[in-house]
C-alpha cells in the first residue's frame, strides 16, 4: 500500500511543473523514458533523489486518446459547471479508468501530465482513484496543497518567492506565509463580515470534494445522488444562515430576480496559474448577463433560467414531471420502490443531463446559474478574462453570491418539499424509549460551547514551485473547543433496542430576537450528528464526541500525512479509514457571539429496524462525513428521507396538541429539545 | 557631465529591490553603510566573477528618514496617483528633500539611503523630477519608464513567463530570456474599442503621458511658461490623433464622457500589474457607472458626481460669461487675445486640470480633470469594500491604456472648445503673409511621392533593469505601430527682396470623415494633428525646403534604456551635445496606421512671419525634441501665437472676400497649402 499510496500521491505534486521535476522536496524524481529532462532538475538535485518511479515510453497514451481532454487550455480555469468541461473530465476519466493497478495508473498519468489543464488533470487522477476498487487504500492529498493559489491571496505567494529569490541560497529553513483574519474584502459591506467562514480552506475543500464524489454527467449514478445534491446544499445554507445570525445579519435571500444588479462584489485576489493569472472579478451592482462564450461553447440567457425555473415550478406544483416521450413522472418521497421525488427533482435541477428526465425541457438551471454568474464580469469574453471563483469547485464558497443561487436552489426543494404531507404521528413516534435528559458537555462545563481562532500548516510548495524550496502556509480559522453530547434514555421495552439518534442545532432567536414558529425555524436545522446505538433496557447514558460527527471530516490529509503513513499494516489500514470527503470538523460549529448566543438542539430517536439499509457486506466504510457524502461503493445509510424530520411541514396537530414551534415535536418522548449558549472568544484556542 | 550624474541612473534600476541587491547585471553595487536590511543573497550574487563597481553610501546623519513629510504615507507595493491631492503632497515633500541635495553625488547618497523607504512609482517620480530641475545635472538622463516599471507596459502574464523559465533553466545558464511580446493586447477584438488596444498599449505613448505630467505637474510650485494652455493643447492633439486612428478602422470619432450618471459601454481588464508581487490593477467592468468616491485609504476628501457637476457648471458659466471669479470674487477676464499677462486658455487649462496654486478660485473651480481621473480609476470600488487597488486610469504611465481616458479628455477638450469658440476668428491679417507663396508640396518615401507606409516593427526592453529575476537578465521584444521615414519638400517663393525667416507649421489630417464625406472646416479643425513646426530662412526667389519627418517638433526620437545610457562616455564632448530630454510624442507614432488600400489625408502646410512667432529669450540649452508638447526647458515656449493655431479657433466667415466652408478655403491664401496624401498600412511587410 505504500508503494501505491507513494507512486501516486507524487502526481498531485507540482501540478503546473514538468513531471520530471523533483517532487517529496527532491527525493522523489519521476523518470520518463526517451523525455529529456529539464535543465533545473540536475543542478537543484544535489542529493539523488531516494526514490526513483521509472515511467516507459508508452505507445498507448497518444494524445489523440484523450479526446476532449485536451480542449481546456492549460493555465486556465476549469469548470465542472460546464458542460464542454464536463465532457473532458469525462474523456480523461474514462481513459484513466482503463488502466489496471496503481502502476499502470501512475506511468499513464505521468505520461498524460503536461499535456492537459492542471485542475482537469488533479480532477481526473482524483476521480480514478476513488473509484478504483483495486486502490481502495489509496488517499487523496489536501487542495490546499495541490492548489494554494486557490486559497491563499497571490500576494502572500509572491511575496515567500520574493524572500526566497533575496535570501541565501543555502538555508534550508522553510519560508513561512501568516495568512491570518485578512480577507478580500474589508468590513465596509455587511456580507464581508463573513469572509473568515466564506474564505475557509475547508469549506471550500469539503465542496470539491462533495462534487468530486457526485458529478453529474460522468455517466455515474450513486444511490440517492439528487436528493444528497439537495440537502448537502440545503445544510451549507442553513450553516450560512446560523452564522449570518451569530453576526446579526440577516438570513440569505435567494436570486430570485436575475434582471436586476446583484448587490454585492466580489474580488477573491487569487490566481488560476502560476503565472498570475488572476481569478473574474465581479463588481458590486453587477447585472447578470446572458453568456456568450464561443471559446467555451457556452450560450445561455436569462429568459432560459427564467423558463427553466418556471417549468420547475409547474412540475412541482402539478405533481409530476414530464419525460422525453410526454409521459408524467409523478413526484413524491413517500414511495415504496424506485425513486423519491426529490431524487427525480434535483437530477432534472442541478442538472445531470444523463439523469434528468427531460434534459432539453428542465434544461440546467443550477449549472448554468453558476456559469452565468462566474462570467458576469465579462460575459461575452471581450477582455480575455477568466471565470469568476463561483465557476469553481474549490472555491466557489468563497463568493456571496454562490449562496444568493443555492437559497434559490433550495427555495425551489422546500416548494416541493412543501407539498409533500406531514409526517404522521406513527412516522415521528418511536413508543419504549424516552429521552429522560441531553445536553452538551465541554471540560466541566455544561452547555457551554466555546469558539475562537486556531491555525493550520500547509505546505505550500508541494503544489507551487519555490525554486524547490519549503514554503509554509500558516492560515487562520474558526475552531472550537471539542465537546460531548449526553443523553439520559430510558428503555421501557424489556429487550435491547436499536435506534437512530439524530441531533440538530440551530439558533433559539431569528434576526429580530423573537423565537421562531416551527416552519420559520425548520430549514435552519443543521444536523449535528446522526449514529446508532443499541439501548439496553432501562437507564442508558449514551456519550458521543463532538469528533465524531456523522457531517464532518477529521481534518485534510497533507502530504506529509500521507509520505509518513507508512508500510502496510492492516490495523493501521483500517484505522486510516478515511475518504477525505465531509464538512470540517474546525467549522462543525457556528461561531456564536462574544457574549454567548442562545441555540437549540434537538435530539430524536428513531427505530432503527426501520432507518436500516441493508448493504452486501464487506464495503469499505468511510467512518466520516456519512451524512454528507454517503459510503463508498454503498447506498446511503439511512432510508429516511434526509433531513427528516424537519425537511416536511408540520402535521397540524401531534398527540393532539397544536405544533407550533420545534418544541412541540419534543412532547414526543423519542425527542428533546434543549438550549445551549455558544461564546466566542475570538482569540486563539488553546 | 561627470561620473555620478551617469551613476544616478542605476537609482532607477530595481525599484521595489533593496539597495542593495547588485544593479546593471551585477556590475554596479551601492554599498550601503550600516544598512540593516541589506538581503543576504547580495553575498552570493557577488560571489560570481563579475568585475563589480561599488558606489559607497556613507550613513548620513542629514538624510531624514523619520522627516520625509507626507512622503511615507503612500504605502510601498501600491500605486502612486499624480491625480491625488494628498500623493501631489507626497511627492512634493520628497522633491523638496532631494531639491536640497548640492549636487549629483549629493543627490546619490541622499536618494540611496531614502530607497526602499517610499513608494517606488514615487521615489521615481521624484527623482526624476529632480533630476529634470537641477541646473547642475543637466545633462542627466532619465532611463525609460518602460525598463524602470516593466509591470507598468507588459502584461503580468509575459513577466511571469520569463520568471518561470529561468526557475526551471540551469541555474548556471546566462544567456538573456527574450519575451515576446507582440499583437496581444488586453482585449479581444470583439467589442469596436479593441480594434485600436495597439494604439492604446503602445508603451511609447504611454512613456510620453507619464513624462509630460512629470515636466508639467501641478501643485508642485512649477509654473512654466504657458503650462495651463501646454495642458489645453496636448492633450487636445492627443484626442485629435486618437480620432484619426479610429477614422483609419472605420471607427466612428470618440465621445465625451457627458453623462456622469450613465453606465459606460467599455470597461477595461488591465491585466497588468501595480508591484513585483503581482498585485493586479483594479478592472472595470463593461456598463460601469461612475461612483462617488468614498475610499479612506488616500486622504482624500469624499468627492461626489454632484462635486464634478458643479465644477463644470461653474467652468461653463465662466466660459460662457467670458470672466472667471477668483477667491476674493473679483473678475478674471478670459481672452486669448492679450498683449499683456495670461490668456484666457492658460488660466481655464490652471483651473480645469487643476492647479490648486495657480487656479484663480480653486474652491470654487474645484479638481474637475484630476477628480475625473480619480473617479474613473475607482468606479470598480468606489468604497474600498473590496480592498482593490486603483486602475489605470488613476496612473500617467498607464492611463491612455483605457478607453475611457480618452472619453474622459474628449469631455475636458470639449470644455477648452466652448472656450475657443467664444474668441473672435482669426483675421485675414493674421492668417496671411504676403510676399511668399508656397508653389507646391508632397512627402517623399524612398523616392515615392505622397504615399507613406506604416506596419509593424519591434523594440527590446531590458525587463531585468527594473524587476529582478534572480539576477538574470530578461528581454522583451515589444511590437508597435511604426512607418518608413519620409521628407516633407516644399517649393516656396519669396518675391520680397530681402530673406526673410518664417515658421512653417505642418498639419495632417483624414480627408473624409466616418460617412466618406469631406469635412467642412469646423468638422474638420480638431482633427488637425501637428506634424512638424520648423523655422526657415527663405531667401529671395524661390527655395526647395527638405525637412526629414525624424526632425518633427511633436516627436522624442525614442527611449532611451539603460544600456543606451551606460554607453555614453560621460567625459566625451558628446555628452553634453547630447541633448535630449525624453519629453515628447513617440516617433513611432508620429503618423495614424491608415489603411491596407490606402487611406485618403491631407497635410495643410501654413507659414507665418516668424518675427511675429519669435519669443526672445536667452538662448539656453534647449530640448531639440518634442517642442510643441513639450516646451523648453528652463526656457519660454517659443511661439508666440495661441497653441493650435490657426486651427484653435473658428474661421472667419470671410477670406480674401470669398466665404470660408472648408480647409481648403484657408489655403487660397500663398502663405497656406493643402495638399492629399495616402497612407498605406502594410502591416507585416514594412521593412
Excluded at chain 1, 228 to 256: N, S, T
Excluded at chain 1, 580 to 603: D, K, T
Excluded at chain 2, 607 to 615: F, G, I
Aim: glycine residues 6%; charged residues 25%.
Amino acid at each position: 500500500m505504500a508503494n501505491d499510496q507513494q507512486r501516486l500521491l507524487y502526481l498531485f505534486e507540482l501540478p503546473q511543473e514538468d513531471i520530471q521535476v523533483p517532487r517529496g522536496g527532491g527525493s522523489v524524481l519521476f523518470k520518463l523514458e526517451n523525455e529529456e529532462t529539464p535543465p533545473s532538475v540536475a543542478t537543484r538535485v544535489g542529493v539523488s533523489p531516494s526514490v526513483s518511479l521509472p515511467v516507459p515510453e508508452r505507445d498507448d497514451v497518444a494524445l489523440q486518446a484523450l479526446g476532449t481532454a485536451t480542449s481546456i487550455p492549460k493555465g486556465s480555469a476549469f469548470s465542472f459547471f460546464l458542460a464542454s468541461h464536463r465532457k473532458a473530465a469525462k474523456d480523461l476519466c474514462d481513459f484513466l479508468m482503463k488502466t489496471s493497478g496503481a502502476e499502470d495508473l501512475m506511468q499513464v498519468a505521468a505520461r498524460v501530465h503536461g499535456k492537459v489543464n492542471e485542475t482537469l488533470f488533479v480532477y481526473a487522477i482524483s476521480f480514478v482513484i476513488l473509484r478504483k476498487k483495486e486502490l481502495r487504500s489509496v488517499r487523496l492529498p489536501t487542495m490546499v496543497e495541490v492548489f494554494p493559489s486557490r486559497f491563499v491571496p497571490q500576494e502572500a505567494l509572491a511575496k515567500a518567492q520574493l524572500q526566497i529569490n533575496r535570501m541565501d541560497p543555502n538555508q534550508t529553513e522553510p519560508v513561512i506565509i501568516e495568512h491570518g483574519l485578512e480577507f478580500s474584502g474589508t468590513h465596509l459591506k455587511p456580507e464581508h463580515r463573513l469572509s473568515y467562514w466564506r474564505e475557509d480552506y475547508g469549506i471550500n475543500v469539503h465542496h470539491w470534494h462533495w462534487h468530486l464524489i457526485y458529478p453529474p454527467g460522468m455517466g455515474f449514478d450513486r444511490d440517492r445522488k439528487g436528493e444528497l445534491f439537495y440537502y448537502m446544499h440545503q445544510q451549507v445554507i442553513a450553516r450560512y444562515d446560523i452564522e449570518r445570525l451569530c453576526l446579526g445579519l440577516p438570513r440569505v435571500e435567494k436570486l430570485d430576480n436575475w434582471r436586476i444588479p446583484i448587490k454585492d462584489g466580489y474580488f477573491p485576489k487569487l490566481t488560476i496559474s502560476n503565472s498570475g493569472r488572476q481569478w473574474g472579478s465581479r463588481q458590486d451592482n453587477t447585472l447578470p448577463k446572458d453568456l456568450r462564450r464561443r471559446e467555451l461553447g457556452e450560450f445561455v440567457d436569462i429568459t432560459d433560467m427564467e423558463i427553466w425555473r418556471s417549468r420547475l415550478l409547474d412540475a412541482i406544483h402539478q405533481g409530476f414531471m414530464i419525460d422525453c416521450n410526454g409521459d408524467k413522472v409523478p413526484l413524491r418521497d413517500d414511495v415504496t420502490s424506485g425513486k423519491r421525488g426529490i431524487e427525480i427533482l434535483s437530477e432534472a435541477l442541478e442538472a445531470d443531463a444523463e439523469l434528468s428526465v427531460n434534459f432539453p425541457y428542465y434544461g440546467d438551471l443550477h449549472n448554468r446559474g453558476h456559469d452565468i454568474l462566474a462570467f458576469s464580469h465579462d460575459p461575452d469574453n471581450a477582455h480575455k478574462e477568466e471565470m469568476g471563483v463561483v465557476g469553481d469547485l474549490g472555491t466557489s464558497l468563497r463568493d456571496p453570491v454562490f449562496f444568493l443561487l443555492h437559497k434559490l436552489v433550495d427555495d425551489l426543494f422546500q416548494e416541493y418539499k412543501v407539498t409533500q404531507p406531514p409526517y404522521t404521528e406513527a412516522e415521528l413516534f418511536l413508543p419504549g424509549v424516552r429521552i429522560e435528559r441531553a445536553g452538551v458537555v465541554r471540560g466541566n462545563e455544561a452547555d457551554v460551547l466555546l469558539t475562537g481562532w486556531n491555525t493550520r500548516e500547509f505546505e505550500a510548495s508541494r503544489g507551487i514551485d519555490f525554486n524547490g524550496k519549503p514554503v509554509i502556509l500558516r492560515l487562520t480559522h474558526l475552531d472550537h473547543k471539542p465537546f460531548e453530547y449526553h443523553m439520559q434514555i430510558n428503555n421501557d421495552l424489556r429487550e435491547p433496542k436499536e435506534v437512530t439518534v439524530r441531533i440538530f442545532l440551530a439558533p433559539k432567536f431569528n434576526g429580530q430576537e423573537e423565537e421562531m414558529g416551527f416552519m420559520e425555524q425548520r430549514i435552519l436545522w443543521s444536523e449535528m450528528d446522526k449514529f446508532t446505538v443499541n439501548l439496553k433496557p432501562g437507564k442508558n447514558h449514551v456519550v458521543r464526541s463532538s469528533k465524531e460527527s456523522s457531517i464532518t471530516n477529521l481534518e485534510e490529509l497533507t502530504f506529509k500525512d500521507l509520505e509518513n503513513s507508512g508500510p502496510g499494516n492492516t490495523s493501521e489500514q483500517v484505522a486510516f479509514n478515511f475518504c477525505g470527503c465531509g464538512w470540517p470538523q474546525h467549522m462543525l460549529l457556528p461561531r456564536g457571539r462574544p457574549e454567548g448566543m442562545a441555540l437549540q438542539l434537538f435530539f430524536m430517536l428513531t427505530d432503527y429496524a426501520q432507518d436500516k439499509v441493508s448493504n452486501p457486506g464487506g464495503v469499505r466504510r468511510c467512518a466520516n462525513g456519512v451524512s454528507f457524502c454517503g459510503m463508498q461503493d454503498a447506498k446511503y445509510p439511512d432510508a429516511r428521507p434526509m433531513g427528516f424530520p424537519f425537511d416536511r411541514s408540520p402535521a397540524p396537530l401531534l398527540q393532539g396538541l397544536p405544533v407550533n414551534t420545534t418544541a412541540d415535536y419534543a412532547r414526543l418522548g423519542n425527542a428533546f429539545i434543549h438550549d445551549i449558549t455558544i461564546r466566542f472568544l475570538g482569540e486563539k484556542l488553546n | 557631465m561627470d561620473k555620478s550624474q551617469k551613476n544616478l541612473m542605476y537609482l532607477f534600476e530595481l525599484p521595489y529591490d533593496s539597495i542593495s541587491l547588485p544593479r546593471s547585471g551585477g556590475k554596479i553595487h551601492f554599498d550601503v553603510e550600516n544598512d540593516v536590511s541589506r538581503p543576504p543573497v547580495v553575498a552570493t550574487r557577488l560571489g560570481g566573477g563579475i568585475p563589480v563597481e561599488t558606489m559607497p553610501v556613507p550613513d548620513r546623519g542629514d538624510v531624514p528618514l523619520q522627516n520625509l513629510g507626507t512622503a511615507t504615507t503612500v504605502p510601498l507595493g501600491s500605486p502612486f496617483s499624480f491625480f491625488i491631492k494628498t500623493h501631489r503632497q507626497a511627492a512634493k515633500d520628497l522633491c523638496d528633500v532631494f531639491m536640497k541635495t548640492k549636487n549629483a553625488e549629493d543627490l546619490l547618497q541622499v536618494a540611496a539611503r531614502v530607497h526602499g523607504h517610499v513608494n517606488e512609482t514615487l521615489y521615481i517620480y521624484a527623482l526624476s523630477f529632480v533630476i529634470l530641475r537641477k541646473k547642475e545635472l543637466r545633462n542627466s538622463r532619465l532611463p525609460s519608464i518602460i525598463e524602470v516599471f516593466p509591470g507598468k507596459f507588459i502584461l503580468q502574464e509575459k513577466l511571469m513567463e520569463a520568471q518561470l523559465e529561468i526557475n526551471r533553466s540551469d541555474p548556471n545558464e546566462s544567456t538573456p530570456i527574450v519575451v515576446e511580446h507582440g499583437l496581444e493586447f488586453a482585449g479581444t477584438q470583439l467589442k469596436p474599442e479593441h480594434r485600436l488596444s495597439y494604439w492604446r498599449e503602445d508603451y511609447g505613448i504611454n512613456a510620453h503621458h507619464w513624462h509630460w505630467h512629470l515636466v508639467y505637474p501641478i501643485d508642485m510650485d512649477v509654473n512654466r511658461d504657458r503650462k495651463g494652455e501646454l495642458f489645453y493643447y496636448m492633450h487636445q492633439q492627443m484626442i485629435a490623433r486618437y480620432d484619426m486612428e479610429r477614422l483609419c478602422l472605420g471607427l466612428p470619432r470618440v465621445q465625451k464622457l457627458e453623462n456622469w450618471r450613465a453606465p459606460i459601454d467599455d470597461g477595461y481588464f488591465s491585466k497588468l500589474t501595480v508591484n513585483n508581487s503581482g498585485r493586479a490593477w483594479g478592472t472595470r467592468q463593461d456598463d460601469t457607472k461612475m461612483q462617488d468616491f468614498q475610499r479612506n485609504d488616500f486622504g482624500l476628501d469624499f468627492t461626489e458626481v454632484t462635486d464634478l457637476e458643479i465644477w463644470r457648471s461653474r467652468i461653463l458659466d465662466a466660459i460662457h460669461q467670458g470672466f472667471m471669479i477668483d477667491s476674493q470674487g473679483e473678475r478674471v477676464i478670459l481672452s486669448d487675445d492679450v498683449t499683456s499677462g495670461k490668456r484666457g486658455i492658460d488660466i481655464l487649462g490652471d483651473v480645469l486640470e487643476s492647479d490648486s496654486n495657480i487656479s484663480v478660485n480653486s474652491r470654487y473651480y474645484g479638481d474637475l480633470h484630476n477628480m475625473g481621473h480619480v473617479l474613473l480609476a475607482f468606479s470598480h470600488d468606489p468604497d474600498f469594500a473590496h480592498k482593490e487597488e486603483m486602475a489605470v486610469m488613476g496612473d500617467t504611465a498607464t492611463a491612455m491604456r483605457d478607453p475611457v481616458f480618452y472619453r474622459w479628455h474628449k469631455f475636458v477638450d470639449d470644455t477648452f472648445q466652448e472656450y475657443k469658440l467664444m474668441q473672435k476668428p482669426y483675421t485675414e491679417e493674421q492668417l496671411n503673409l504676403s510676399g511668399v507663396k508656397i508653389e507646391r508640396v508632397g512627402v517623399v518615401r524612398n523616392n515615392e511621392a505622397d504615399v507613406l507606409h506604416t506596419g509593424w516593427n519591434t523594440r527590446l526592453f531590458e525587463a531585468s533593469r527594473g524587476l529582478d529575476f534572480n539576477g538574470r537578465s530578461v528581454m522583451v521584444r515589444l511590437t508597435h505601430l511604426d512607418h518608413e521615414p519620409f521628407n516633407y519638400h516644399l517649393q516656396v517663393n519669396n518675391s520680397g527682396k530681402g530673406a526673410k525667416d518664417v515658421t512653417v507649421r505642418a498639419f495632417l489630417a483624414p480627408k473624409l470623415n466616418a460617412r466618406g464625406q469631406e469635412m467642412s472646416f469646423m468638422e474638420q479643425r480638431i482633427l488637425w494633428a501637428e506634424m512638424d513646426k520648423f523655422t526657415v530662412s527663405l531667401k529671395p526667389g524661390s527655395n526647395h525646403i527638405v525637412r526629414s519627418s525624424k526632425d518633427s517638433s511633436i516627436t522624442n526620437t525614442e527611449e532611451l534604456t539603460f544600456r543606451d545610457l551606460e554607453n555614453v562616455d560621460p567625459e566625451s564632448p558628446a555628452a553634453a551635445a547630447f541633448n535630449f530630454c525624453g519629453c515628447g510624442w513617440p516617433q513611432h507614432m508620429l503618423l495614424p496606421r491608415g489603411r491596407p488600400e490606402g487611406m485618403a489625408f491631407q497635410l495643410f502646410f501654413m507659414l507665418t512671419d516668424y518675427a511675429q512667432d519669435k519669443v526672445t529669450q536667452r538662448t539656453t540649452q534647449g530640448c531639440a525634441n518634442g517642442v510643441s508638447f513639450c516646451g523648453i526647458q528652463d526656457a519660454k515656449y517659443p511661439d508666440t501665437r495661441p497653441m493650435g493655431f490657426p486651427f484653435d479657433r473658428r474661421p472667419p466667415r470671410q477670406l480674401l472676400g470669398r466665404d470660408v466652408n472648408i480647409a481648403a478655403d484657408y489655403a487660397r491664401l500663398d502663405n497656406a497649402y493643402i495638399h492629399d496624401i495616402s497612407i498605406k498600412f502594410l502591416a507585416d511587410k514594412l521593412n
